[in-house]
């Protein structure tokens, strides 16, 4: 990774979605090099999919990087959200919460994703080859 990565303001607007004691805030930030950060924090549910769905939809064919490290609960509409993402878009790289991984991994869904510890880790793995 190069020794400067600027990251823009954020150019998706911070949002939160309430549904029956389920919350789910999203963020994305352009950043160099064509990346995307896509922040998600709470819970990853089927009411609450749909948000991050809207992100990844607004940010299709750039170089996505998912931050899930602050989801605190991850459903099988969460893990279907990120399976559908993998295999629509070459560029998408993930950080992960355990309960995030972990449902990945019941479901079998989290082999076509590429996942990794940090987001450092995850942002190196979509930057152009130099």
Do not use: K
């Not at 979605?17 to 995307?36: C, I, K």
Request: overall charge neutral.
């Amino acid at each position: 990774m190069p020794d400067e990565y600027r990251v823009a303001d954020y150019a998706f607007p911070p949002v939160a979605r309430r549904w029956n004691g389920f919350t789910l805030s999203v963020t994305a930030r352009e950043a160099d090099y064509g990346v995307v950060m896509i922040a998600a924090q709470g819970e990853l549910d089927l009411q609450t999919t749909p948000l991050l769905t809207r992100a990844f939809l607004t940010y299709r064919h750039q170089r996505l990087v998912l931050d899930l490290a602050p989801v605190t609960f991850c459903g099988v509409a969460g893990a279907r959200a990120l399976h559908t993402l993998s295999l629509i878009e070459d560029h998408v790289a993930l950080a992960a919460s355990h309960p995030v991984r972990r449902v990945l991994e019941i479901t079998g869904l989290g082999s076509s994703l590429r996942q990794y510890p940090a987001m450092a880790d995850a942002v190196r793995a979509v930057l152009p080859a130099s």
